[in-house]
């Protein structure tokens, strides 16, 4: 164990200092990762850029952010055209920072902890969901709630990857090795992001950080990814759940933007291989317009990071 912690040490050193084997999209996480402003921009540009692919409306429509966190990208829907933004998530001082930041009447914020969202039935015209879905531990039963708060004819986009994805463990800053998760056990991985992070050639990003703007001292100390943190659905799993939910639905799978990658593409139509080789899944839902009101769920604990 401690050779394979050991190896996996020195590969992880290597990339980082090299900036070798890694996606484009892990790149300017690292690179962009001191401008919060900067970051959520691109966030927004990705989702709109998105949405006007696969023809998804946003402007003069009611626009709901599931998962909205502090509000960043909400806003910026409003300002790009949406008639009004509800964003929705669990973190509630997330949501009370986004509360006491925008003052704008057309854009509100709601802790989201339970089943039912904290909305009416048939309110709203599009759902956008940006690097939600691989947080969500009940995906079925947020579907079902999305379905019930949209207008027939409204649409959902969601943009998620699956766990075999390169860096699906969100740990790409101290741990830049391709599927490591996949290799390795969870504890060895998070044993070599500890050394990582203690390391003195390790630069912080705005993710070791408290809300006071001190480095975070200890990381990484768990053993195991919190299954309440990532549900570690396959692209198979959610190509499953958005089958079987009341919507419709299209899957739009990302080869990696590299162009070292390009020979990748034909590899996203092979059942197996996909898993390894999706770099990111738009997915884009749809209540039929001649759809039946459901049923509004009982109340429950969910995940929506």
């Given at each position: 164990m401690?050779?394979g912690?050991?190896?996996?040490?020195?590969?992880?050193k290597h990339?980082?200092?090299?900036?070798?084997?890694?996606?484009?999209?892990?790149?300017?996480a690292?690179t962009?990762?001191?401008?919060?402003?900067?970051?959520r921009?691109d966030?927004?540009?990705?989702?709109?850029n998105?949405?006007?692919?696969?023809?998804?409306?946003?402007?003069n429509?009611?626009?709901?952010?599931?998962?909205?966190?502090?509000?960043a990208i909400?806003?910026?829907?409003?300002?790009?055209?949406?008639?009004?933004?509800?964003?929705?998530?669990?973190?509630?001082?997330?949501?009370l920072?986004?509360?006491?930041?925008?003052?704008?009447?057309?854009l509100?914020?709601?802790?989201?902890?339970?089943?039912?969202?904290?909305?009416?039935?048939a309110?709203?015209?599009?759902i956008?969901?940006y690097?939600?879905?691989?947080?969500v531990?009940y995906?079925?039963?947020?579907?079902?709630?999305c379905?019930?708060?949209?207008r027939p004819?409204?649409?959902l986009?969601?943009?998620?990857?699956?766990?075999?994805?390169?860096?699906?463990?969100h740990?790409w800053?101290t741990?830049p090795?391709p599927?490591?998760?996949?290799?390795?056990?969870?504890?060895t991985?998070?044993?070599?992001?500890?050394?990582?992070y203690?390391?003195?050639?390790?630069?912080?990003?705005?993710?070791?950080?408290?809300?006071n703007g001190?480095?975070?001292?200890?990381?990484y100390?768990?053993?195991?990814?919190?299954?309440?943190?990532?549900n570690?659905?396959?692209v198979?799993d959610?190509?499953?759940?958005?089958?079987?939910?009341?919507?419709?639905?299209?899957?739009?799978?990302?080869r990696?933007?590299?162009?070292?990658?390009?020979?990748?593409?034909?590899?996203l139509?092979?059942?197996?291989l996909?898993e390894f080789f999706?770099?990111?899944?738009?997915?884009?839902l749809?209540?039929?317009?001649?759809?039946?009101?459901?049923?509004?769920?009982?109340?429950?604990?969910l995940?929506t990071?």
């Amino acid at each position: 164990m401690k050779l394979g912690e050991n190896l996996l040490y020195a590969l992880s050193k290597h990339l980082y200092l090299r900036n070798m084997g890694q996606s484009q999209e892990m790149t300017q996480a690292l690179t962009k990762a001191n401008s919060y402003a900067d970051y959520r921009l691109d966030c927004l540009n990705k989702v709109l850029n998105a949405a006007r692919t696969y023809n998804v409306a946003w402007q003069n429509k009611d626009v709901l952010d599931l998962g909205c966190y502090d509000g960043a990208i909400s806003q910026g829907y409003l300002e790009t055209g949406a008639r009004s933004v509800i964003g929705i998530d669990i973190d509630e001082p997330a949501v009370l920072k986004a509360q006491q930041r925008f003052t704008d009447e057309r854009l509100q914020f709601r802790v989201s902890g339970t089943g039912a969202f904290p909305l009416d039935d048939a309110c709203v015209d599009t759902i956008f969901s940006y690097d939600v879905f691989e947080h969500v531990e009940y995906p079925a039963s947020i579907l079902s709630e999305c379905y019930r708060v949209l207008r027939p004819g409204g649409k959902l986009l969601i943009g998620t990857w699956g766990w075999y994805h390169p860096f699906a463990p969100h740990l790409w800053s101290t741990m830049p090795v391709p599927w490591a998760h996949v290799l390795y056990s969870e504890r060895t991985m998070l044993r070599t992001c500890r050394r990582v992070y203690n390391s003195d050639w390790y630069k912080p990003n705005m993710h070791d950080f408290d809300k006071n703007g001190q480095r975070i001292a200890e990381k990484y100390t768990h053993e195991k990814i919190p299954t309440d943190y990532l549900n570690k659905y396959l692209v198979r799993d959610f190509d499953r759940v958005f089958r079987e939910s009341p919507l419709k639905y299209q899957i739009h799978p990302q080869r990696f933007s590299s162009r070292w990658a390009a020979w990748t593409t034909p590899l996203l139509s092979v059942p197996l291989l996909k898993e390894f080789f999706t770099a990111y899944i738009w997915v884009v839902l749809e209540r039929p317009r001649n759809s039946v009101p459901p049923k509004r769920q009982k109340p429950r604990e969910l995940a929506t990071v």
